[in-house]
C-alpha cells in the first residue's frame, strides 16, 4: 500500500546540537515535498518546499535533503533552541493525486536546555 | 497581514443541529481545502476547491458540506453532526495547489455531544 512515514516516537534533542527528522514513502513519485511546523492546537506553518530534481534546500537554521531514489527526506534543525520544540509534518505533493497533499502523521521534536 | 481566517474557534453543538464552519483567505489563493486532525491519524483531507464554483471530495467527504461561491470564502458545512465528526478542523489556501506552501488557519475545534 501506498503511505508516507514519519518516526511517531519524539526526538528529544540537546539544546545547540542538530536535530534531524526523516520521513519515508512508498510507491508515490513525488514532485514536491514539503515541510511544516505545527504547535499544539495550531494549524500548521509552512516552512520548506523541495523539487524532485533538488538534493538539498536551505533557510536559515533549517535544510531539508530529498533522496528519490532512496524515497527519503530528512529534515536538519541545526543549533538547535528550545523555541524549535514542535510537531514537523512533511507532505508529498503527487503529480496524481488531484491536487491533494499526501500527509505525514507527524514526529515530535523537544529541544531541552 | 496575509492570513486564513477561521470562525469559530471553538464550538460544542448537539447531534443532528447544523452548523458551518466559516473560513476565509486575503491573498487571492485559487486553491481552498477542509482539513480534519485526530489524534494518532494526522491531516485528512475533507473535501477543496480549485476555484469559484469548482469543488471536489478529499478522503474524508462523508457527513461534510462545501460551498465556494466566492473566491475568498471556502464555508464547511455539517448538516447533522455526529459525535464521530468531533475533531480538530483546519482550512487551508495556496495560489494553485501544486508546487507552493499551504496557509492554514488557527483551526476550529469541535466537539458533538
Known amino acids: 500500500s501506498q503511505k508516507i512515514e514519519q518516526n511517531s516516537e519524539a526526538l528529544n534533542i540537546q539544546e545547540g546540537k542538530t536535530a534531524t527528522l526523516t520521513c519515508n514513502y512508498t510507491n508515490y513519485s513525488p514532485a514536491y515535498l514539503q515541510w511544516y511546523r505545527q504547535d499544539p492546537g495550531r494549524g500548521p506553518v509552512f516552512l520548506l518546499l523541495?523539487?524532485?530534481n533538488e538534493k538539498e534546500k536551505r533557510k536559515e537554521r533549517l535544510k531539508v535533503t530529498f533522496d528519490t531514489t532512496l524515497k527519503q527526506s530528512l529534515f536538519h534543525v541545526t543549533a538547535s533552541q528550545p523555541a524549535d520544540s514542535a510537531t514537523y509534518l512533511c507532505?508529498?505533493?503527487?503529480?496524481?493525486?488531484?491536487?491533494?497533499?499526501?500527509w505525514g502523521a507527524g514526529t515530535k521534536l523537544i529541544i531541552k536546555p | 497581514e496575509a492570513q486564513v481566517t477561521q470562525n469559530p474557534r471553538y464550538l460544542i453543538t448537539v447531534t443532528g443541529k447544523k452548523l458551518t464552519v466559516t473560513c476565509s483567505q486575503n491573498m487571492n489563493h485559487e486553491y481552498m481545502s477542509w482539513y480534519r486532525q485526530d489524534p494518532g491519524l494526522g491531516l485528512r483531507q475533507i473535501y477543496y476547491s480549485m476555484n469559484v464554483e469548482v469543488t471536489d471530495k478529499g478522503d474524508v467527504p462523508e457527513g461534510y458540506k462545501v460551498s465556494r461561491k466566492e473566491k475568498r470564502n471556502f464555508p464547511l458545512i455539517l448538516e447533522s453532526p455526529s459525535p464521530n465528526q468531533t475533531s480538530l478542523y483546519f482550512c487551508a489556501s495556496s495560489p494553485r495547489g501544486r508546487g507552493g506552501g499551504y496557509t492554514f488557519g488557527s483551526g476550529t475545534r469541535l466537539t458533538v455531544v
Open positions: 507532505a508529498l505533493d503527487v503529480l496524481d493525486s488531484n491536487y491533494q497533499l499526501i
Open positions: 523541495i523539487r524532485e
